[in-house]
Nanobody, 121 residues
């Protein structure tokens, strides 16, 4: 499975961005999908995940109520809607695919290339 993330950019604090991740080369609907992020000098961290059917979603506590993960199994896309962005959300955001929802990034088999999100104060 190949994953291509896009939608990052520069936004002011309080603003919104929608990240997209396009999947190809595999059976997208059979994979759980997730977003992780890595800020400069920090370890990669879990942001959100969604089950293959879209019926189960999980979020990091720091983004609950502000970020929403969703997927379209017809278009082979997964999205991350990010609202009320904060400067501490600045990071490279990665999409990942795996067999089931996991909070540990090492459990995901496929990764996209990342998209930069910068939130200015």
């Amino acid at each position: 499975v190949q994953l291509q993330a896009c939608g990052g950019g520069l936004v002011q604090a309080g603003g919104s961005l929608r990240l997209s991740c396009a999947a190809s080369g595999g059976t997208f609907s059979s994979y759980a999908m997730a977003w992780f992020r890595q800020a400069p000098g920090k370890e990669r961290e879990f942001v959100a995940a969604i089950s293959w059917s879209g019926t189960i979603t999980k979020y990091a506590d720091s983004v609950k109520g502000r970020f929403t993960i969703s997927r379209d199994n017809v278009k082979n896309m997964v999205y991350l809607q990010m609202n009320s962005l904060k400067p501490e959300n600045t990071a490279v955001y990665y999409c990942a695919a795996g067999g089931k929802i996991e909070f540990d990034g090492s459990k995901y088999r496929y990764w996209g290339q990342g998209t930069q999100v910068t939130v200015s104060s």
